[in-house]
Every structure is written in structure tokens, then in C-alpha cells.
């Protein structure tokens, strides 16, 4: 049988995309949970680069970068594509994968991490990327049409960690009034098999994120 580790922490989005690829596949793996304010010797051997989680290791050979590991899972375990058989779909569902990353987690970032002018200009932008993805979802249950896949995965935090970061700024953003189909999505995508097993707690998310923000925000006051 196949060696499969994954270096992780308990809050990582990223990690967690990984964690629903393999139990999507039915893999079975080790969890090593990383203290990324402590990195482990391991850690930097696998990921020598970034020195960031997740890191896939593979019979000893390590993966980085969340994306990558999600396409070559899908390569390795064919049970259950991520990826459809087209082309074109395919790569649709690389575009918005890369689309969330590039475009929409940044300016909610920003939104999370600024206050008052910053946290304005943020919401703007956010709003506008949202709804592309609002528009993508039209006549789709999922981003890949009925059944869950790569983009979803990668896109699947929003239907957890966007909220949270809303809980602690204290401002809505994705309402359902605004994005009526991204809203029915993050309710579908959250209750499916193996996704609602294994989100991190709301609470504890929280609690870590307000801890955050006001660490940022005490980085940029002025001294």
C-alpha cells in the first residue's frame, strides 16, 4: 500500500482542500499537524521553498501548493475525478480554481485585515469578483454542473471561513439578497458527504481570527 502523509495545521484552508480530495478518493493517509510558529525539521525538508503547509508526501516524494496537490491526487487515485473528461471543462474548472486564489481570497483579506477607507475599496473589489462566480453557478448545482469537483474544492472555504471573517469584522458581505446562487451553493457544498465531516470549528476559527486581526490591525496603527 501506498505511503501517503499530509503536513498540515487545524485552520489551514488550503490544507483542508487537500484533506476532502483524499477522503473523496478514499485514500488513506497519516496526519502530521504542524505549529507553523515552530516549523518541524520534516516541514523544511518537504517544502523547503515556501516553508508552508500543505505538503502531500507520496512514498517519500513531497507535493506543494495546494492546487497541485489537488491535480495530482486526481492523476494518481482515479476513483471519483475532480476533473472532467472535456477539455474545455477542464480547464474552466482550473480558471476559477486559480480565480478564487488570485482574485477573490485576496480583496476578503483585505477586507478582514483593514479598517474603515481600506476596508471600503476591498468590498467593492470583492463584490465584483463574487459575482463572476454568482454568474458561473447560473443553471449549476455545483461549479462543475451536478456533481462536486476541482473547483468546488478550491472554492469551498468561502462556504465556511467567508463567514467567519464576516463574524469577526462585523460587516455582511455575501448576502442572499446579492448572491442568491453563490448562497444556495455554500449551503449545498457545506452539507455534502465528507465536506460536513471535516470542517474545522466555526468557534475555534473564530476565536483564531480575531486574535489575528487584532494583530494586524496593532501592526498598522500608527506608533
Do not use: C
Not at 485552520?11 to 483524499?22: D, E, T
Not at 476559477?96 to 473589489?125: C, H, M, T
Not at 462536486?148 to 469584522?169: C, R
Amino acid at each position: 500500500m501506498a505511503e501517503v502523509k499530509l503536513f498540515r495545521t487545524w485552520s489551514s484552508r488550503f490544507a483542508l482542500r487537500i484533506v476532502w480530495a483524499l477522503k473523496l478518493k478514499g485514500v488513506p493517509y497519516e496526519t502530521i499537524y504542524e505549529d507553523l510558529s515552530n516549523k518541524s525539521p520534516l516541514l523544511l525538508q518537504y517544502n523547503p521553498i515556501h516553508k508552508k503547509v500543505p505538503v502531500l508526501v507520496h512514498n517519500g516524494k513531497p507535493i506543494v501548493e495546494s492546487l497541485v496537490i489537488l491535480e495530482y491526487i486526481d492523476e494518481t487515485w482515479k476513483e471519483n475525478p475532480l476533473l472532467p473528461e472535456d477539455p474545455l471543462e477542464r480547464a474552466a474548472a482550473r480558471f476559477w480554481a486559480k480565480f478564487g486564489d488570485e482574485k477573490v481570497a485576496p480583496y476578503i483579506w483585505e477586507l478582514f485585515s483593514n479598517e474603515r477607507k481600506e476596508q471600503e475599496e476591498a468590498i467593492v473589489k470583492a463584490k465584483e469578483n463574487l459575482k463572476y462566480l454568482e454568474e458561473e453557478l447560473k443553471g449549476k448545482k455545483f461549479f462543475g454542473g451536478e456533481k462536486l469537483g476541482l473547483a468546488d474544492i478550491a472554492l469551498g472555504w468561502i462556504a465556511h471561513y467567508e463567514s467567519v471573517y464576516e463574524d469577526v469584522v462585523g460587516m455582511k458581505l455575501l448576502t442572499e439578497e446579492e448572491f442568491p446562487l453563490l448562497s444556495a451553493w455554500k449551503l449545498t457544498f457545506a452539507d455534502a458527504p465528507i465536506i460536513k465531516d471535516n470542517w474545522p470549528s466555526r468557534d475555534k476559527l473564530v476565536a483564531k481570527y480575531q486574535a489575528t486581526r487584532e494583530d494586524l490591525l496593532l501592526k498598522k496603527a500608527p506608533k
